[in-house]
């Protein structure tokens, strides 16, 4: 039998079949008790042993989930009628494929979960912006008295949603490429596409496997639903061509009949059928160029969604942005400090430098996911006066950089704070923007630009 045939079977009769989820966080914690709950027999496999996860083990067994810790072992996938994978959970896995020879369906908690959704759903991806354009939607529609419920790679996950059994207008997810490689049915009404860049290289194996699995957003929509993409991004435009949907293009340089655009860089115009709305940004608290390319998305989707205009305006202006993303930490002796904790790769790191006009403190380095550090070169001569790096990847990071600015390599936050501190003048910004992932010093960039913002804090005293 087909997968698809599979897959199509088991969305109707999921109660009493053998369920295989792989990988225990968030995510798969969320798809085992909703599995569980609609009577699955749920099996879930996870790398980590018992004590490294601590209580969270009770809550699943007390559900009657069968448990393997410290390893996969390929038995274990081969007894599941269905494979469920956490975002975390590299497919190429070697027992991962040997259940797609036995032909076992695998599919990721997304997928999951849209068999199950009745609200329509508004998925959000793209290398960079995901978060907060999610957010705003969720806030432009929540404003304008709808019930929103906003997670999937941000907060609760989809099958969390479902738990709650709660009853929203619309779902905004933001969606992963980890989580569309394993997706099969899964349909939003609006697929937002916000940009692409080199990220999660360690991986996806090229930036060709990396862009098509974004793609994948697009992949069941049809002649009914909306694809709103950035124009302005080559690597987006080339992946337009096959897709049914209705196009809603956005962008600086977008002019057509039909789209979202900006005019010098103060007012967002939106153009539908006929008609055209005007968005003034003078009053938006959130800052950069690429924040204005969120918003103009966000913009896209609400007036698809008829959000008028007035509504949408109060929003703008009453959207406070993101924790850890170009978050203002607070403005001492004239020097201001900013959180983009969130910038784990070079191009969001390239728009947070972008985004201001002082001289700037650059606070960089983590985990390597890959990227090419180079090309944050050019930038940071315009923009950069002193750079600090620290984390496993600052080595390579100063190879990659030498002789464009002055640069000093330490071994954690709190130095690199104090030693941006003393560099500083005023009219000066100190930014963490990271370029790299938090996996070498912390649990995540949360718990990363949570530690800056507390050493940040001292230097009042």
């Known amino acids: 039998m087909k997968v698809k045939t599979r897959i199509e079977d088991l969305k109707k009769k999921l109660k009493e079949k053998s369920v295989v989820v792989v990988g225990m966080a968030r995510t798969g914690m969320a798809a085992a008790e909703f599995l569980a709950k609609v009577g699955a027999k749920v099996i879930v496999t996870e790398i980590k042993t018992e004590g490294e996860l601590g209580t969270t083990v009770h809550r699943l067994r007390s559900l009657g989930v069968e448990l393997e810790l410290g390893g996969h072992s390929p038995q274990i ?13 590299n497919p190429a896995l070697p027992p991962l494929e040997r259940a797609r020879v036995e032909g076992i369906p695998i599919v990721s908690e997304i997928e999951l979960a849209s068999w199950f959704l009745n609200p329509p759903i508004i998925a959000v991806t793209g290398t960079n912006g995901k978060s907060t354009t999610s957010s705003l939607i969720g806030h432009i529609l929540s404003r304008w008295g709808k019930k929103v419920f906003v997670g999937g790679n941000i907060g609760t996950p989809l099958t969390g949603y479902l738990l709650q059994g709660e009853n929203a207008d619309y779902i905004v997810a933001e969606i992963s490429s980890f989580q569309l490689e394993a997706i099969c049915s899964f349909r939003p009404w609006i697929a937002l596409l916000l940009n692409l860049g080199e990220d999660h290289l360690d991986r996806h194996p090229t930036f060709s496997s990396y862009a098509e699995a974004k793609r994948k957003i697009f992949l069941n929509q049809g002649p009914g639903d909306w694809a709103v993409v950035n124009d302005d991004d080559a690597a987006v435009a080339n992946l337009t061509t096959e897709i049914r949907a209705q196009l809603l293009p ?29 968005f003034p940004l003078e009053r938006v608290k959130i800052i950069g160029m690429h924040n204005a390319e ?42 201001s400090f900013y959180n983009d904790s969130k910038a784990t790769n070079v191009a969001s790191s390239i728009r947070a430098l972008m985004s201001f006009k002082q001289p ?29 790096l620290m984390g496993e990847a600052k080595k390579k990071m100063k190879e990659a950089l030498q002789g464009s600015v002055l640069t000093h390599m330490v071994e954690g936050m709190e130095e690199g704070v104090t030693l941006a501190w003393k560099l500083a003048h005023q009219g000066d910004v100190v930014l963490l923007s990271p370029a790299c992932s938090s996996f070498d010093m912390y649990k995540d960039y949360r718990e990363r630009g949570t530690t800056f913002k507390e050493i940040t804090l001292k230097l009042r005293k």
């Open 360 to 388: 700037i403190i650059l606070l960089a380095g983590g985990r390597d996911k890959g990227g090419d550090y180079s090309s944050l070169r050019e930038v940071i001569k315009e923009r950069v006066k002193a750079l600090i």
């Open 250 to 278: 956005f962008g600086r340089k977008w002019r057509g009949e039909m789209g979202v655009t900006l005019e010098d860089e103060k007012v967002i115009i939106y153009k539908g059928r006929g008609d055209e709305e005007r």
């Open 294 to 335: 969120n918003i103009m998305a966000a913009v896209g989707a609400a007036k698809i969604c008829g959000v008028p205009r007035e509504a949408i305006q109060e929003s703008l202006e009453s959207f406070a942005g993101l924790e850890h993303r170009l978050e203002l930490v607070g403005k001492w002796r004239g020097v």
């Open 77 to 89: 996938f081969l007894r599941g009628d269905l494979i469920v994978l956490s975002p975390g959970v």
